[in-house]
């Protein structure tokens, strides 16, 4: 991702299976789903209509604005997808890195989470 740029990250949801250890997506369908994206003093929440899950489930779609990206640094950032149930069970991915590169131009980034 690029400071002062306006990215859409495509994040996908995963979880690790602990008995076959192989990486699994989640289906985040009907789930109350955020984005949670964060540097030191930073942090960034993204839900609707900033945040959006695709048809399958799995991938959640964050359009990011200049302002956002402004405010981080350049380095590395940690992003998490979030979830809850309709019972109120809470999840959440384990958290993933973003790197942070500093140019003007827009672009596209695909990240496992």
């Known amino acids: 991702m690029r400071r002062y740029t306006t990215p859409t990250l495509t994040l996908i949801?995963?979880?690790?299976?602990?008995?076959?250890?192989?990486?699994?997506?989640?289906?985040?369908?009907?789930?109350?789903?955020?984005?949670?994206?964060?540097?030191?003093?930073?942090?960034?929440?993204f839900d609707n209509p900033t945040m959006t899950l695709e048809e399958d489930?799995?991938?959640?779609?964050?359009?990011?604005?200049?302002?956002?990206?402004?405010q981080l640094a350049v380095g590395t950032a940690e992003v998490q997808i979030n979830w809850m149930t309709a019972d109120g069970v809470r999840g959440a991915t384990e958290i993933g890195r973003v790197r942070l590169d500093r140019n003007l131009l827009e672009e596209v980034r695909e990240y496992g989470v």
């Not at 990486?23 to 003093?41: A, G, M, R, Y």
């Not at 799995?58 to 604005?65: E, G, K, M």
């Open 13 to 45: 949801a995963q979880r690790k299976d602990e008995h076959s250890c192989l990486v699994k997506p989640i289906d985040l369908t009907s789930h109350h789903v955020w984005v949670t994206l964060e540097q030191p003093n930073v942090e960034l929440e």
């Open 57 to 70: 489930g799995t991938h959640v779609t964050v359009a990011l604005t200049q302002e956002q990206t402004a």
